[in-house]
T-cell receptor, first 115, second 111 residues
Framework: KAGVTQTPRYLIKTRGQQVTLSCSPISGHRSVSWYQQTPGQGLQFLFEYFSETQRNKGNFPGRFSGRQFSNSRSEMNVSTLELGDSALYLC??????????????FGPGTRLTVT | GQNIDQPTEMTATEGAIVQINCTYQTSGFNGLFWYQQHAGEAPTFLSYNVLDGLEEKGRFSSFLSRSKGYSYLLLKELQMKDSASYLCAVRTASGTYKYIFGTGTRLKVLA
């Protein structure tokens, strides 16, 4: 079974630009979560999508948004980029069945650098 | 607020046993996860605890005490390849589910 894939793997943008990151979950997984990872803050939850609906949201400004398509693929968008947005953005998928362990499987991440 | 604490760094010797502690304060609890993350790679799942007690999986064991908000990951017969960051994460159950991660413990295994 193919793992979680994320594109692109590396991205360099300048302040003020916007960026779209893509995530394809493991086949059959309907829950997709996005995280920002920085050396000082660790993994911070951005949002979770399930069946094309945002089910949960972390404490990030409205510049961070996302969506999920009917095939469970998800995109994350960051508008008006700031230097502090430089980070590794990780996507994780899970089965999300009730009473199941549904551990999250992470993709390799997109390394975003804002200059 | 919601908080997960783990030591920042630990060092141990090849062949030894190391225990990485994690304490948490979250609104609602629906399971505790441990992940391993090698430098430059994505986190990979190690263990899951939702009931009190010890879960053993080969060289790795994880313990949970819900009343104390405490967990530990025990690594036995350490190998050089175990040098990595170990992330403790709690799945909360307040309304909808959410995963809260600690900042990770960087483990260095020395020869």
């Amino acid at each position: 079974k193919a793992g979680v894939t994320q594109t692109p793997r590396y991205l360099i943008k300048t302040r003020g630009q916007q960026v779209t990151l893509s995530c394809s979950p493991i086949s059959g997984h309907r829950s997709v979560s996005w995280y920002q990872q920085t050396p000082g803050q660790g993994l911070q939850f951005l949002f979770e999508y399930f069946s094309e609906t945002q089910r949960n949201k972390g404490n990030f400004p409205g510049r961070f948004s996302g969506r999920q398509f009917s095939n469970s693929r998800s995109e994350m968008n960051v508008s008006t980029l700031e230097l502090g947005d430089s980070a590794l953005y990780l996507c994780a998928s899970s089965l999300d069945r009730d009473r199941a362990r549904y551990e999250q499987y992470f993709g390799p991440g997109t390394r975003l650098t804002v200059t | 607020g919601q908080n997960i604490d783990q030591p920042t760094e630990m060092t141990a010797t090849e062949g030894a046993i190391v225990q990485i502690n994690c304490t948490y304060q979250t609104s609602g609890f629906n399971g505790l996860f441990w992940y391993q993350q090698h430098a430059g790679e994505a986190p990979t799942f190690l263990s899951y605890n939702v009931l009190d007690g010890l879960e053993e999986k080969g060289r790795f064991s994880s313990f949970l005490s819900r009343s104390k908000g405490y967990s530990y990951l025990l690594l036995k017969e350490l190998q050089m390849k175990d040098s990595a960051s170990y992330l403790c994460a709690v799945r909360t159950a307040s309304g909808t589910y959410k995963y809260i991660f600690g900042t990770g413990t960087r483990l260095k295994v020395l020869a």
